[in-house]
């Protein structure tokens, strides 16, 4: 008995271990790729802006400018220099005079110069990452890539830039890691700690992290439960238990898990008409708890879902949850309408259309009540999916495209794609108030406007924002935390 416990108990500090490291270089490996998109996004926009067609700084040229920055996901502003001055960009137009910038942190062999953290032209107070090359420049927030790090992790992020490496952010003592050397997949230990070590085969620079609250092997119920076995099965079965325990204990596991215990709960944010406020809407969002408490943000578990194929079974879940929540609500109330997002791997489905009907049939609701919002970043068939968007339509469902203006494609969605609403990003919304980016949402308003497409805008947070953005489009419905954060459906109808 005493044999099996120890068994139990090794097996289980072993399997506790094996699923630390798997999550952690899952975590890392996905901050890799995200910040490899980042990367992907800035070599793009610096090359359309040379291969811009019209006189540099015309207002051919800033429209082309403009146009680069509406349809990158994370290029705030796209810059002509010469000579290392500032000649005009997308948010200011042409200066006055022109400019000299700061010198750079770094130079590439690439000819590329990043100014990593730059007070910004013509912005007063305002800072942001800098990348020339040649003529062209594209401002980015250095927020680009802190956001794709999730929060759990104590990580350092090292680049490389040929002549040096250098600690490019970290929220850890960095612990000589720029002259260390790191190759993927080869874990580093830093005052005892083991860190996971991913990099990047796209660009330069690896990410060496490890997850903050490391679970004790002491108190967690998966070592126990491993002892417990241990003490009371055979050394045979205990085998099986822990490849079992294991592979449960990754986080896609975890999540297919919370999917089939119904774990996952939805929180709806209201939409609202912008000319008088009154809710029209909502917006579905899954949130997670995970069995430690951990509140794991959807960017990251929907990512995992994505990436692993089961997208769908989350999309069919958020929609039957909506449904059983909030059925009555929407039969009692003709023209609120509750939005689910979908994945193009859903639009796809050739099922999807079907489980969609059978679902409101069973419910009671009508399609109209229920929309669903494509956020399309893949390069997938695009005929393909226009097509699934129609069945959509026809069903009486209204289709809308998420985060309209953060996607490079963006604009050749539109053109390809007949959706009936686009929402725009709430970068977009952020910018108005700084007066300096302000031009760019009349522009994508009139855009929507000549495409007869409805309008949401995002993330409204203040009375200022919705002010300026009714006065652009009185028609346009708004939604953000000024109308109100997401909540639960209890919550989502006043009473009365
Ligand atoms: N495929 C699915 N994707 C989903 C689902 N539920 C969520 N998501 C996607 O995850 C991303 C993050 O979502 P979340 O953390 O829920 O954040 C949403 C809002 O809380 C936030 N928001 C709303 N108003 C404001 C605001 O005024 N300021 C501010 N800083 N943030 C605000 O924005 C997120 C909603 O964004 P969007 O979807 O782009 O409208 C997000 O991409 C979700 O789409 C799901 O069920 N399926």
């Given at each position: 008995?005493?044999?099996g416990l120890?068994?139990?108990l090794?097996a289980?500090v072993a399997?506790?271990?094996?699923?630390?490291?798997?999550?952690t270089?899952?975590?890392?490996q996905?901050?890799?790729?995200?910040?490899?998109?980042v990367g992907?996004?800035?070599?793009q926009?610096?090359?359309?802006?040379?291969q811009?067609?019209?006189?540099?700084?015309?207002?051919?040229d800033?429209?082309w400018?403009r146009?680069?920055v509406?349809?990158s996901?994370?290029v705030?502003s796209?810059v002509?220099?010469?000579?290392?001055?500032?000649?005009?960009?997308?948010?200011?137009g042409?200066?006055a005079?022109?400019t000299?910038?700061a010198?750079?942190?770094y130079?590439?062999?690439?000819g590329?110069?990043?100014?990593?953290?730059?007070?910004?032209i013509g912005?007063p107070?305002?800072?942001?990452?800098?990348?020339?090359?040649?003529?062209?420049?594209?401002?980015?927030?250095?927020?680009?890539?802190?956001?794709?790090?999730d929060?759990?992790?104590d990580y350092t992020?090292?680049a490389?830039y040929?002549?040096?490496?250098?600690?490019f952010?970290s929220?850890?003592?960095?612990?000589g890691?720029?002259?260390r050397?790191l190759?993927?997949g080869?874990?580093?230990?830093?005052d005892?700690r083991?860190f996971?070590?991913r990099?990047s085969?796209?660009?330069t620079?690896c990410?060496v992290a490890?997850?903050?609250?490391?679970p004790?092997?002491?108190r967690?119920?998966?070592?126990?439960?491993?002892?417990?076995?241990?003490?009371f099965?055979?050394?045979?079965?205990g085998?099986?238990?822990?490849?079992?325990?294991a592979?449960s204990?990754?986080?896609?596991?975890r999540?297919?898990a919370a999917?089939r215990n119904?774990?996952?709960t939805i929180?709806?944010?209201?939409?609202?008409r912008?000319a008088?406020?009154?809710?029209?809407?909502?917006e579905?969002?899954?949130?997670?708890r995970?069995?430690r408490?951990d509140?794991?943000?959807?960017d990251?578990f929907?990512?995992?879902?994505?990436?692993?194929?089961?997208?769908?079974?989350?999309?069919?879940?958020?929609?039957?949850?909506?449904l059983?929540?909030?059925a009555d609500g929407?039969r009692?109330?003709?023209?609120?309408?509750?939005?689910?997002?979908?994945?193009?791997?859903?639009?796809?489905?050739?099922?999807f259309?079907?489980?969609?009907?059978?679902e409101?049939?069973?419910?009671?609701?009508?399609?109209?009540?229920?929309?669903f919002?494509l956020t399309?970043?893949?390069?997938?068939?695009r005929?393909a999916?226009?097509r699934g968007?129609q069945?959509?339509?026809?069903?009486?469902?209204?289709?809308?495209?998420?985060?309209?203006g953060t996607?490079y494609?963006?604009?050749s969605y539109?053109?390809?794609?007949?959706?009936?609403?686009?929402?725009?990003?709430?970068?977009?919304t952020?910018?108005?108030?700084?007066?300096a980016a302000q031009s760019l949402?009349?522009?994508?308003?009139?855009?929507a406007r000549t495409?007869?497409?409805?309008?949401?805008?995002?993330?409204?947070e203040?009375?200022?924002?919705?002010?300026?953005?009714?006065?652009?489009?009185?028609?346009?419905?708004?939604?953000?935390?000024?109308?109100?954060?997401?909540v639960e459906?209890?919550?989502?109808?006043?009473?009365g």
């Open positions: 008995m005493a044999i120890g068994v139990g090794w289980g399997t506790l271990h094996d699923q630390i490291e798997d999550d270089g899952r975590l890392a996905l901050y890799i790729e995200r910040s490899d998109a992907d996004d800035i070599v926009a610096l090359t359309r802006i040379r811009s067609p019209a006189a540099p700084c015309s207002d051919d800033l429209a400018l146009r680069i509406i349809e996901r994370n705030k796209a002509r220099m010469h000579d290392h001055e500032m000649l005009c960009s997308s948010t200011l042409k200066l005079v022109p000299d910038r010198r750079p942190d130079e590439t062999s690439r590329r110069r990043v100014l990593v953290d730059t007070p910004l912005m107070g305002v800072r942001g990452m800098v990348i020339e090359e040649g003529d062209a420049s594209v401002v980015l927030n250095r927020d680009a890539f802190v956001d794709k790090i929060p759990r992790l992020v090292v490389e040929d002549t040096r490496r250098d600690v952010i929220n850890m003592p960095p612990a890691l720029a002259s050397p190759v993927a080869e874990p580093v230990l830093l005892g083991r996971e070590v990099c085969t796209a660009h620079g990410i490890a997850l903050r609250d490391r004790s092997a002491r967690s119920p998966l070592v126990m439960a491993f002892g417990l076995f241990g003490l099965g055979g050394l045979g079965g085998v099986g238990l822990v490849s079992a325990i592979r204990r990754s986080l896609s596991r999540l297919r999917l119904n774990e996952l929180v709806y944010q209201p939409i609202v912008l008088d406020r009154q809710r029209v809407g909502a579905s969002l899954i949130r997670w995970d069995n408490g509140a794991i943000s959807p990251v929907i990512a995992v879902a994505e990436e692993e194929g089961f997208i769908s079974e989350v999309t069919r879940f958020v929609l039957r949850r909506v059983a929540e909030l929407l009692a109330r003709p023209g609120f309408r509750v939005t689910v997002n979908v994945s193009a791997r859903d639009v796809l489905d050739p099922t259309a079907a489980f969609v009907r059978q409101l049939h069973a419910a009671g609701v009508s399609p109209g009540a229920i929309g919002e399309e970043r893949s390069t997938a068939d005929e999916i226009g968007i069945t959509l339509r026809k069903a009486g469902h209204a289709v809308y495209i998420d985060d309209f996607d494609s963006s604009l539109l053109a390809q794609l007949q959706v009936d609403m686009i929402k725009i990003d709430r970068s977009f952020l910018a108005l108030e700084d007066g949402m009349p522009q994508m308003v009139a855009m495409l007869s497409l409805g309008l949401v805008i995002e993330g409204i203040t009375d200022a924002q919705a002010r300026i953005v009714a006065d652009i489009d009185a028609d346009a419905l708004g939604q953000g935390w000024l109308f109100g954060s997401p459906a209890s919550r989502l109808f006043p009473a």
